[in-house]
């Protein structure tokens, strides 16, 4: 992977500036430059992690790559190289003889300093030597090798010129007093407080140790029972996650769930890292935010407690019939007991017996003395009712709140590099690692993008690893939050008729739809879209 530096300028008095403007993600991705004909530049290894002895020799070479369709001359030269702000940032530093004393890393690498031609649309090795001191002291160094196209002044012009540069890291480790330690020094939620499922956390790791270290690990968030709702991998899959000796890093991630009223609440974010070569060691915190759709909540609490006020009257009600079948009347109780007195005449209890067998031994058939009916017993036509409709919204919120995991997206920022994440691409690794054997996928003109829109995580995950057996090649597997579509559809444009029904009929027969809009252009390849519904469950 590469990322575009900006074009630097040169003079023919002022090599060296560039050494000293180069502002590069060191720590993040390798680099390659684009100038502005065009001309593009790459190599690889992109980085070098070296474990080393005082007094030792290391020795390999960089492959520089040409892909452009005509000749390029490239020079190299070691800099060296350390951290800048917390964005996983770093810059550059000449070689300064006079004011390091050769003690820095870039003075120890020894690569040619002639020109370098490589033919079009190929590559040539670059060799260099690493020759370290007796007396390098232990711990890390760090330089890199920069191979740029330096075009040579004119003879007494002071015209501006444009170099292409890229580089390659140099991360060595000198065996001896070697300290790793780090701390996580903040782990907080940008809000605490939010209406959908969604939120922002800053992390900011310390390097305290004097060897560069790469954390990895997760942020889990959890809902308010404990339930997972979200995992984000943290320099899981890159080797560019470095934070290098005294320095810390940034790290800032975005989390949007799956919306649903039963997962309301509060919700505990867990951020667990791991470090260390030598020995591993583990850091923990957490943070807790609220997810409350205030609206949403307001009318759900409403409805909720109408049911419980209906239900509350039905029983009272019911009590009440009773007791007056029983030959009690509520209301002279109530006066007895609030006189202190539990005294009935026989006359009152004989009294309410007799209409109480009276009421019960009514004609109801017609359609007066039905309504006169319906309404003696309306506790029980009205609290039936709300006791189920009660019970079903309590079903409704423990099935939703306890389900064990649901769909989400991520997003990982690290400085000027955004990583999206979602459940599906997580369900895809995981069950990619399962697999037994996956076949090597063939190059195929087109590309294919997969939806779930089932509304239940890993479906669209597992559709992708289907076509992947079948030799197909997925190029982008995504997730649409709150969409539940029942059927599974392939839309295709009406070029690739044959390879979408092909599709189709791996899906147990998907619908097949054509669009215009999902042809190639001269930027970009054909694209089949596969929105994966319920039926692929």
């Known amino acids: 992977m590469f990322q575009t530096l900006k074009t630097m300028t040169l003079t023919s008095r002022a090599p060296s500036r560039l050494l000293v403007a180069l502002f590069l993600a060191a720590v993040v991705f390798p680099v390659a430059t684009h100038a502005q004909e065009a001309t593009s530049l790459s190599v690889t290894p992109p980085l070098f992690q070296i474990s080393a002895e005082p007094g030792q020799v290391w020795q390999s070479s960089i492959k520089v790559i040409n892909t452009n ?15 800048e702000g917390e964005n996983g940032r770093g810059r550059f530093l000449p070689i300064l003889e006079q004011e390091t004393s050769g003690q820095t890393l870039a003075e120890w690498i020894t690569v040619t300093d002639a020109p370098i031609v490589i033919e079009p649309e190929s590559s040539k090795e670059v060799p260099f030597i690493v020759n370290l001191p007796e007396t390098v002291p232990p711990g890390g160094h760090f330089a890199a090798i920069f191979i740029g196209t330096r075009p040579p002044a004119e003879a007494d012009s002071m015209a501006v010129r444009t170099a292409q540069v890229v580089s390659s890291l140099f991360f060595l480790t000198v065996s001896g007093d070697v300290i790793e330690r780090g701390s996580i020094r903040e782990f907080s939620v940008v809000d605490s407080f939010t209406e959908v499922p969604s939120s922002n956390f800053v992390l900011r ?39 290098l000796p005294s320095s810390i890093r940034k790290f800032e991630f975005s989390w949007a769930g799956e919306p649903s ?30 997810v409350i759709p205030v609206r949403l909540a307001l009318i759900a609490l409403a409805v909720i407690l109408l049911l419980i006020f209906l239900v509350r009257w039905a029983i009272k009600s019911y009590i009440r019939h009773m007791l007056r079948v029983a ?27 007799e209409s109480a067998i009276e009421a019960d031994s009514e004609d109801v058939s017609s359609f007066g003395n039905l309504i006169v009916f319906v309404n003696r017993y309306l506790y029980f036509f009205v609290g039936i009712p709300s006791s189920i409709a009660l019970l079903f919204m309590l079903f409704w919120y423990l099935s939703g709140a306890l389900a064990p995991e649901r769909s989400f997206e991520a997003t990982v920022t ?3 590099s955004e990583i999206q994440i979602n ?32 509304g239940e995580s890993g479906t669209g995950a597992a559709v992708a690893l289907e076509l992947e057996k079948a030799n197909y090649r997925i190029d982008e597997i995504d997730i649409e939050l709150g969409r539940k579509q029942r059927n599974t559809v392939v839309i295709a444009p009406a070029s690739l008729t044959a390879e979408a029904q092909a599709i189709s009929g791996l899906l147990d027969n998907a619908l097949v739809s054509f669009s215009a809009s999902l042809a190639s252009t001269t930027d970009s390849l054909a694209t089949i879209n596969i929105f994966v519904g319920q039926d692929q469950n």
């Open 414 to 416: 690290q400085g000027d």
């Open 261 to 290: 009223l039963a997962d309301i609440g509060r919700y505990t974010a867990e951020v667990t890292l791991g470090y260390g070569s030598n020995e591993w060691r583990t850091l923990t915190r957490t943070v807790h935010f609220w």
């Open 327 to 353: 030959g009690i009347d509520p209301e002279v109780r109530r006066q007895e007991r609030a006189a202190g007195s539990v005294v009935m005449t026989k006359k009152l209890k004989q009294q309410t017996i």
């Open 423 to 454: 459940s599906e691409k997580l369900y895809r690794d995981e069950l990619s690692d399962s697999s037994t054997e996956v076949p090597n996928l063939e190059e195929q003109p087109y590309a294919i993008n997969i939806i779930n829109v089932s």
């Open 205 to 243: 790791f310390q390097n305290e140790g004097n060897v560069h270290v790469r954390p990895r690990g997760s942020i889990t968030i959890y809902n308010m029972w404990g339930k997972e709702r979200g995992v984000i991998p943290i320099n899981q899959h890159s080797n560019f996650g470095n934070v």
């Open 69 to 83: 369709d005509f000749p390029l001359t490239v020079y190299a030269q070691p800099v060296n190289f350390e951290a």
